[in-house]
């Protein structure tokens, strides 16, 4: 007997049923018991034919194969650096992951030193706990001036918006260049500090306000009477 | 009758809310009569030092404590031999429901405080680290909540208040279920209760954890419908494009 419990989109709690079926299958955020389908996390529910799957809501920030995230260097090893990502491990990025040409036995902390910030992408994650990054490619390098800031991981599709509004937006009314990393760290670098302030308090609006109707709509409103 | 009033299956009257601590990875309220319970969970993060580390499954840390102004008498502040205990046994009660096999290594921290107390704060902090741990984007098999129940009088009651457990001869009983199978995840027993009186006093303990499974669950979608609708949005035209 085939017996979905939930509609597609709905929001679930941890140990809610959602199909009393072996029929449908579990993949990420939800179990199986016997015959019945559990889901394991707080967040919407997306059923694909059989399949289902559970998008999380809240929680810290998981990293996925290819994401673009800002670190920060916290260690220095024989072969490579450490970077807090936000995530609960350390990243780590390898002399062969590194832009430059490193000679064997240099002195790491002349290419990236403590404190640093790295924008790198997430090329590997062997296990959960082991994450590798690489600043090789286009965009990927040390941050050098401009602000940083952090926003929750969550809300980082709302910056961004569908297919870049948002922070296209952003960009052409602040005349900043704008980076935001998957982990939630934006960097903000303008020709001047008034231009980053205004782009500061514009991402911070968004941050606040991400539960509103018509946010884009409403910061263009926002920056446009703050550039007066 | 009751010296409160109420009846005997009657709970106190209850509020839940979650996401009430910025800076923390899952946070909820808990409010039942005048016993209010908040929870902060951060994790899951690296544990330091390293020989706690277990590599095999993440580890959970509990830290239950009252505020010195909860009480009528201020009481001392930090930890005593009744916090550690009860630390102790919420930890027991809360870690069945969780996976941590996916953090090697890491530690999940929560930190329970009594702000008010009125009777039933282990209980009240339980359910509350329950949902902070379902908003902290933990895996868990099910959410946790729990009810005091006790005998006054040779009568079983649900949800004692202070006075009714300052009464002579009150036996009080925090109990802990899971909310779909109501397996027993917490059993203290302070007094003593006939083998008839306390299968009596689980029954309706099980009925009372259902109403505040409900109130558990309510205040979770709440939490995401309210704060948090246009991440649903997104993430339904996310998975709408895919």
């Known amino acids: ?228 | 009758m009751r010296i409160n009033g109420r009846k005997n299956d009657q709970m106190r009257e209850m509020e839940a809310k979650v996401g009430i601590i910025k800076r923390a990875d899952g946070s909820a309220y808990f409010r039942i009569g005048d016993t209010i319970a908040i929870a902060a969970v951060y994790g899951p993060r690296e544990l330091h030092p390293k020989f706690l580390q277990d590599p095999e499954k993440g580890i959970l840390r509990c830290n239950y404590d009252m505020m010195s102004f909860s009480v009528p008498e201020r009481k001392r502040p930090g930890p005593s031999r009744r916090s550690v205990e009860i630390s102790l046994v919420t930890e027991k009660s809360l870690l069945p429901v969780l996976d941590l096999r996916q953090f090697p290594n890491a530690v999940v921290d929560i930190f329970i405080q009594i702000i008010q107390a009125n009777s039933g704060t282990r209980c009240a902090g339980i359910t509350a680290a329950s949902m902070a741990l379902a908003h902290a984007g933990i895996p868990m098999c099910d959410l946790v909540s729990a009810v005091s129940v006790g005998r006054i009088n040779n009568e079983i009651v649900i949800d004692l208040d202070k006075d009714e457990e300052d009464t002579e001869n009150a036996t009080d009983i925090p109990l802990a279920f899971t909310g779909r199978d109501k397996e027993i995840n917490l059993l203290q027993l302070d007094g003593d209760v006939s083998r008839e009186e306390l299968l009596k006093a689980i029954e309706l303990a099980k009925k009372g954890c259902e109403e505040i499974n409900e109130i558990q669950k309510k205040a979770l979608i709440d939490h995401i419908k309210e704060k948090d609708n246009i991440k649903v949005k997104e993430a339904k035209e996310k998975s709408e494009e895919e």
């Open chain 1, 1 to 228: 007997m085939e017996k979905l419990l939930v509609k597609d989109k709905d929001i679930v709690v941890p140990g809610q049923e959602l199909a009393r079926s072996i029929e449908y299958v579990p993949t990420g955020g939800c179990f199986r018991d016997n015959d019945s389908i559990i889901s394991s996390k707080l967040g919407l529910v997306s059923i694909n034919g059989r399949v289902i799957n559970i998008i999380p809501l809240t929680g810290k920030y998981i990293p996925k194969e290819g994401d673009i995230v800002i670190g920060k260097i916290i260690d220095i090893g024989f072969n490579g650096w450490y970077l807090d990502i936000g995530c609960p491990y350390d990243a780590s990025l390898m002399i062969k992951d590194a832009t430059e040409f490193i000679d064997k036995g240099a002195d790491l902390s002349q290419f990236y030193d403590f404190n640093e910030l790295v924008i790198a992408k997430v090329v590997k994650i062997t296990r959960f706990s082991n994450i590798n990054i690489s600043t090789k490619g286009p965009g990927l390098r040390k941050i050098k001036g401009g602000k940083i800031i952090d926003i929750t991981p969550s809300k980082v599709p709302r910056l961004i918006g569908k297919q870049g509004s948002m922070i296209n937006l952003l960009k052409e009314n602040t005349n900043c260049r704008i980076t935001v990393g998957q982990n939630g760290m934006v960097w903000i670098q303008g020709d001047n500090s008034d231009d980053e302030l205004l782009a500061t308090e514009a991402i911070l609006k968004i941050e606040n306000e991400s539960h509103l109707d018509g946010l884009t709509d409403k910061i263009k409103e926002f920056l446009e009477r703050k550039r007066k």
